[in-house]
C-alpha cells in the first residue's frame, strides 16, 4: 500500500512537471508567433511601424537585417515588380526567422485576417506569424493564476 501511495504521488509529480513543460512552451511559441500589428507590420517609410499600410497579398523580402531592438527587420516588395520598391517592413523574433529560414529572395503572402495579419510562406497556407491589432493583443498575453 504504501508503494502504492509513493508511485501515485510520483506520477502526479510527473503529470504536474509535464503540465508546466507544455504551459511554458505553448506560451513561448505564442511570444514568437504572435506580435503587435503596430510593432510588426509597416510603411518601409515608417520606422516605427504602424500596420496601417499593410496591404494584404503576395510579397518577395528584398533585405534581411538586425534590428536595434533584437528583432530581424524584413524588407517586403510587391512580389512580381521590378523589387526595386520596398513597400513594407516586418519585424519577426529572430528565433522566428531562424526556425523558418528566411532569406532574401523568399516569398512571402499577408494574408487580412479579422484580428489584423497573418503571414504565410508563398507556398504554405498555413501561418506561421500573427500580428494582431494592439487592443485585441491583450487576449493573447499570458498572465499568472
Do not use: N, W
Not at 516569398?107 to 510562406?121: E, K, S
Request: proline fraction near 4%; include cysteine; charge should be neutral.
Amino acid at each position: 500500500m504504501k508503494r502504492l501511495l509513493v508511485c501515485s504521488a510520483l506520477l502526479a509529480g510527473l503529470a504536474v512537471a509535464q503540465a508546466d513543460s507544455f504551459t511554458s512552451s505553448a506560451s513561448s511559441l505564442a511570444s514568437k508567433s504572435v506580435g503587435s500589428l503596430s510593432d510588426s507590420l509597416g510603411d518601409s517609410s515608417d520606422s516605427s511601424g504602424g500596420g496601417k499600410q499593410a496591404a494584404a497579398g503576395p510579397y518577395t523580402v528584398t533585405r534581411v537585417a538586425l534590428a536595434e531592438d533584437g528583432r530581424v527587420q524584413l524588407a517586403l516588395a510587391p512580389a512580381g515588380g521590378d523589387g526595386q520598391a520596398t513597400t513594407l517592413t516586418l519585424r519577426l523574433p529572430q528565433a522566428l526567422v531562424q526556425e523558418q529560414g528566411l532569406r532574401a529572395g523568399d516569398g512571402l503572402h499577408l494574408l487580412a485576417r479579422p484580428y489584423g495579419m497573418a503571414v504565410a510562406r508563398t507556398a504554405e497556407a498555413k501561418p506561421f506569424f500573427l500580428a494582431v491589432h494592439d487592443p485585441l493583443l491583450r487576449d493573447f498575453e499570458s498572465r499568472k493564476i
